[in-house]
């Protein structure tokens, strides 16, 4: 009965955030909610005493036909409808005199959207663990190759050395600023929403706040100052911390790819068991992780505009726009969480290989120094020259398969140049990290 | 095992588009790939005779784990994969000779394409039938309708009159037109996938395209020119053809919503049997049709988006992006089917209030009608002079709670004007409606 | 020379904003970076101490021809290529010796990143000027109309009662919440960007940071723990900010849009000196500020999610990502602040119509009171009972045209009953507003 | 007096496609129209005979001060209202009478939607000859290297061989679709708008058609069936097409920058005048044009879903929607001009490296060719026995640093094997190319 296969999101999530939007744990959630908020009012003396304990009691997901009460939905233009009704069904078989007093003062939009905060608090665990497997594995990473000196590549193209400790440490610290967005605003977001009809709790007379108060303390929620269903910036802005987010993971998945290429060879993702492997080509050991945070990187924009643009909601509920909003939330986490764990499995058993790195430093014969050597010869002979100078320099590399160390030596220009002093270490990789190790420890160290 | 309950979808799709993608129904659309594919191969000699119908034997969904595959599908990276492997083993317990001919030729990609091709055919179907509804609803709507003047409506303020036929005819025009463009994006994008690892079906050797066009021949598809693994742009098509579909009929849906306000009065979908009701408010005939229809409007773009940015895959195969794929068409098919839908049965079942309609005309007291009044005077007065003069009789109008048309009869400046004579039926609805008519029809003619 | 002309852009943005991203302010902003970095360099020893001085004299938009550096653009890739020459040429007029050290350090992102944390940062100032205006404005109308009593309205049918200070106390605070995230991610996005030309500051050798710190002093902002080029999360967070930002004002625009609806006429924006006209209708006052907000909701979400997917950039320097951003976040910026300005002056001059309030509100014959009704009934005669006799009480209502507390009275379920007498004032709005006036006090005291 | 200075945009498009926005180009776009109509009102005697010439003559944009009308625009909503106003009041200065005939029975958006056709017939023009010259030199890739053998590479790993003339040939037959697309879709949308206030031109009488069928032909477009001002739909399918475009260029983009890298060193976008150079590393030769094609591929989907997102309008004309749309569509357009006229440049200049594409094909000691002998092998001794055999050979061949067909040669499974005869040209990629050449041929043909 499920709308959507498991193999249609196989590739982007993973078994436990899939079950977080099962129709057990969906349904569940909302009748959570309605049993909560059962207790509470029987608690506070405005439904009567009783009917707390026999909602609850029916308030099982293993009760209920998801199939049915999905089939009504489309007519009633919300889940809690018919829900509500089949749960008020069930109570009256075990309590007639509860059955009254099912979903008391609450309206349809309040199960459905507190329900989704208690599915993203649950979200929210998961994805810790993830961000705290990236984050070790990473931490590892920058420690153990702050000396690891690599090809820097700018516009796909070689540029001065950096470390490779360098390059984890920007990962690192991108994806520290980006669960930290996250984790921010998922505590914005995880607020009960209560409100009725209008929003004013009005079916309460004057115990609205009074059962708000005591309903966020039953889900052990904080209770927002008013009820939000016509205002989705909360979620917005977690919808957009999780798209920030995977815009800086789907960025390291780039970097690791392309360092994976045969030509290049500097990383390899764990393989194993299967992993990354091909239906044909025995040979292959694929970047499977980064593919999973790739199509992420791809997929979440279009989700995240798909909320936002869903945001403007008329007066006090709009129409199609909240609507809307359970496949996006569901699909922005399930494939949030679905990259961070495939990223984590690929940085813990990320492979290195430190001799490749330098071997493809020095296979650009030393062109990477020209701008070492130009400010080494600009100080002396003005920029401009010492840039026409490189400029020809470089040529010679590329024409004659030379070291840029040995075409300057040869150059007369240069020859008897003091600057010409600087160059013998010109293409020492070491010699021109400037701050890169200085970076790599101001990125580790915790944002104060 | 369900990745997203059905409750999660419940307000974007109907009941057969959720089933189109559902675990059987994608497992199965895999195997008939596989199936189809052997059995062309075992008539072509490519393989043994009796392997084409002992591997379609055991091409069955019932007799594989989807969640054991989709399990395998995050660490392989396609669901063909494992797939392939369960597969085999199937066979080899029926058969061992044909177990090793599983799959012959072929790569994953070519099998989850091939699959996502046939359960695109089969929405298709569906698709057709919502649009066939729609298309007869709406146009008995803009043929009873050719004489119901209602109030014109521009940036959300009154305007001159239209009819409602009119309003209908454009809506069923827009529609045909994006109803056109969709089926020839899915014409153009029904095609067997079918390349081999690299796209050269090589280990076909020279009779690749042989094997190519049986199979296209066998699953009833026409052949393309070469493989279009790396190449989305059929699908990108067929996915933006949803989008513009989706962006008239959710104009459609808003224009609905807005005639069905209380204020206004002039529509309604229908209700009963439980549609659009309230959980708390018995008096609410909402527009459910509508909040299906403007929640697609709200999530389609962005899954276009999303499509269109994971199309440059990179060289043979891309990383990530058409992993990618799946959920979002899955997404932008059963959203724009059910919004097909849902306003198929508004538009079936919709109520007009003529009577309402003509009130609502009334109500403005003529001032729609000051555009009229401003030309019949400019042709005398020149367009300022007469701009400026009916500013200021509607001004009185809204002070004084008066008719257009006498407010003007009191002003001096145009009591002896001879075009004051033509002001006379001025507020006359039928006679200010200029191509309206002559527009409808020309609407609903079919374009050659 | 202009890519776009004000035209296209005048009915998204203002004045001021389109001047901040003119020609002579990019170039200055880029400017004021070269020069910024020339002094300090000079300052710290790192240049010649008389090279700072000329660079900074010679760093003047009017000396340079934007259109030649535009033209010189499109194929070096960046802007800060040709300027940096033409920069170099004007010094070297000036002073010989100090043309070598122009852009000593630096790498052309650099010098455009800075530039646009440059621009950001009197963007910031502009926006917040509007939010002032907005908050003000808002503060007031959620005062002035704690009474107000007026329609609910959800999914655009009559609900019960809410107050229009709720109403505004609701738009103020989620503004107030969107302009809480957009200074945070002001705060955190405007930094300089320094890295040379693999993010090491190699060519500084030990003294980069010296520079970097010195340069951030210079230009009066934080000093990043390292450079932030190849990471983006930082300006995609003030993007999404503003995305965010943008779907509460929208809101908001849609709300008065409804409102001003000439069936519903319940507040108006202000008009006058040609606001909102029309070029034909005179009698229109259009929602012109509404229009530009909606408009800003519909175009911020696609901006915000081709930044985001932007973010995925190779290696030390990516190739497409970064190089998109420019015209994006100048929509992004012009757009956010257009439409705020637009509504500040929409929400200064609101005029509210407290008596059509009312008369829409009591036109609904009292349907809307069905749940109160239903509430008060269902303690005595169970909820589903109390349900079903509301339905039918509320089809008699719109069939005969009587209040809703008329046709209850007659019936002869309830007139015997003892909730009956609570029915009395059943369709006092005043009575029925629950927690609403706490609600809009509860909205408008700032978060701790 | 710009919005946006022409640096902010360098990077996406061209100085022609920039000035097809200019000020002066889309105001005298919108005079174009109002010069056309006044034209054909006076012909048809709708308007004094006089009137047309007298307002084409004042229809200069140079006598009219954007900047003004800029700032009027925002005020008013729309730029037709103050250019009427302007207008009006030069042609009163030359002929009195004629003034007050300016826009007769046009509405504002009429002026700025059939303005902005005008703008997109000269925009198509321009984006012909860009395709025109990327046919042509694909074209010419594609045929002289038909046998220019290359590594076929899959999810960024290497894969059996393919040719670089087949790789051209895709990329061609993609980018000829997405223009016949893009044909298409310019064929329908370049239409007039002529529909009066309401969409009826009431205030024409029954002359309404007959101006319109004269209107279009004066601009020599033709005429729709009705006004489309309310229904966007074909706008929305030339802004998908250009979406759909630029994921396939931006896909060849993608592909050429991977070939660029030194690693990898197969291709090079041609250098030469300061294309591609770098700021500070006098070595680079960047891939400039996949710069700006990529850039477009990130900002096209956002754009894209912002044009659709705004398509549901209300009602007779919307509000906010298409106010929305001019910075979108000349966004659209000048990103896929842009990258078009780039991607041109680069292929016409592309240097492609033969003997470094066989040599990168070599360096993966024949695993790629893994597939091949699997499939040899496995007729023999079943699929699954020879893929495992394969896998075990692979694995020795990286660590042994061996060749496939050498580690084969010396495994006792395989010596005296029937199909070992087969191996001997195991690693000639000539020999395993399959149907690449059929099909780079089928690609370029023209489809039928």
């Not at 079950?19 to 009012?41: G, I, K, N």
């Not at 009460?69 to 749960?87: D, Q, S, Y």
């Not at 403007?312 to 990259?339: F, K, N």
Request: proline share 4%; aromatic share 4%; with cysteine.
């Amino acid at each position: 009965m499920s709308t959507t296969s498991r193999l249609v999101t196989s590739l982007a999530t993973t078994e436990a955030l899939a079950e977080l939007f099962s129709d057990t744990a969906v349904l569940q959630a909302m009748l959570d909610v309605e049993a909560a908020l059962a207790r509470v009012e029987a608690r506070l003396g405005v439904i009567p005493a009783g009917a707390g304990g026999a909602i609850t009691a029916s308030a099982k997901a293993e009760y209920f036909d998801t199939a049915e009460i999905a089939r009504e939905t489309l007519r009633t233009g919300t889940p809690a409808v018919p829900l509500v009704k089949a749960l008020t069904l069930r109570v009256r078989d075990q309590d007639r005199a509860a059955a009254g007093f099912v979903h008391w003062g609450a309206t349809s939009q309040d199960i459905s959207d507190t329900a989704l905060v208690l599915l993203l608090r649950r979200a929210r665990v998961l994805l810790a663990g993830s961000q705290g497997r990236l984050d070790a594995a990473l931490a590892r990473l920058a420690a153990d190759h702050a000396g690891t000196v690599m090809l820097g590549r700018t516009l796909m193209q070689p540029a001065p050395p950096v470390t490779f400790g360098l390059k984890a440490a920007g990962w690192l610290a991108a994806l520290r600023r980006g669960w930290d967005r996250m984790e921010g605003a998922f505590e914005d977001a995880l607020l009960p929403q209560f409100g009725g009809a209008s929003g004013t709790l009005a079916s309460l007379g004057d115990r609205g706040i009074e059962v708000a108060e005591a309903l966020a303390a039953e889900l052990e929620l904080p209770c927002p100052e008013a009820p939000w269903h016509a205002h989705r910036d909360r979620l917005g802005w977690l919808v957009s911390a999780c798209g920030v987010y995977i815009g800086s993971l789907a960025k390291m998945a780039r970097d690791l790819a392309l360092l994976m290429q045969h030509e290049v060879g500097e990383a390899a993702e764990p393989s194993g068991s299967g992993r990354g492997g091909s239906s044909t080509m025995p040979h292959k050991a694929n970047p499977a992780g980064c593919a999973v945070a790739l199509a992420a990187g791809y997929r979440l924009p279009g989700l995240v505009a798909g909320f936002l643009s869903a945001m403007p909601g008329e007066q006090e509920r709009g129409l199609g726009g909240w609507h809307s909003e359970w496949p996006t939330m569901a699909g922005v986490i399930q494939t949030t969480g679905g990259a961070m764990e495939s990223m984590a499995e690929a940085a813990e058993g990320l492979s290195v290989d430190r001799a490749r790195m330098r071997a493809n430093l020095e296979a650009t014969r030393g062109v990477v120094f020209a701008e070492r050597a130009a400010t080494l010869l600009a100080a002396r002979m003005g920029r401009d020259a010492a840039h026409r100078l490189l400029e020809e320099a470089v040529r010679r590399c590329a024409a004659e398969g030379r070291h840029l160390k040995d075409v300057l030596a040869g150059m007369p220009e240069i020859a008897g140049h003091p600057g010409a002093e600087g160059l013998r270490d010109l293409e020492s990789p070491e010699a021109y990290l400037g701050s890169a190790e200085a970076f790599r420890v101001r990125l580790l160290e915790p944002e104060e």
